[in-house]
Each structure stands twice: as C-alpha cells, then as structure tokens.
C-alpha cells in the first residue's frame, strides 16, 4: 500500500486518470476512470480491505497442505512403485486443517 500510495502521490501527472478495481475471486470496480487522487487512495484502501473469498483461501489452503504432505514422503521406491510415508508427520499435518474445517463448518 505504501507503493501505491506513493505512486499516486509521485508517480502519476496531474491529467493523468487512475481506475482502481479489486479481485477477491470476481472483479470489482472500485472507483472509475478519475484525476481525483484522495479518491483513488480511499478506492485503493477499499480494495486492499476486502477479504478474499472463502473458495480463494481454501484452494490456497488445500495447495499449502498438499506441498507439505510431500514432504513427508521423501523417499520413493521406483523398483516396487511405493512411496513411503511419514504417517506421524501426515497426522501433524492433516489435524490442525480439519479442525479448522470444522470450525469453519459449524
């Protein structure tokens, strides 16, 4: 925020004309084509304020935790195709992100 904002205090003409849209999963017009810049500061804190949707961070979440999921399972046999997994390591893994579910869920 502290780039754009000096973008928009140093970086623009005084002709030049700003839109500021924010994407949370769907694109959202926030402050049209415009010369006015406190306007396209107060658009741009509107936008950085709005929270992602619940399918964004979950996608995102799943990604994060499969990452880590193949970390516990360095090893590989290729001659019997078997990959050997770290249950423990697994579970460490798996039950904090059901639980938070969960709580999500309720």
């Given amino acids: ?17 700003i839109a500021v849209f924010a994407f949370d999963g769907a694109l959202h017009l926030e402050l049209s084509f415009t010369t006015d810049r406190p306007a396209a500061v107060e658009a ?3 936008a950085y304020a ?24 360095p090893a590989r046999d290729y001659v019997r195709s078997k990959v050997d997994v770290d249950r423990a390591c697994v579970t460490a893994l ?7 579910g969960a709580a999500e869920a309720r």
């Fill in 1 to 17: 925020m502290i780039d754009l904002r000096r973008f928009l205090d140093q970086g623009l003409e005084p002709h030049d004309r």
């Fill in 44 to 46: 741009a804190t509107r």
């Fill in 94 to 100: 798996v039950t904090p992100y059901v639980a938070e």
């Fill in 50 to 73: 709005r929270p992602p949707r619940p399918s964004i961070v979950l996608e995102r979440r799943v990604e994060q935790l499969l990452e880590q999921i193949s970390e516990c399972a």
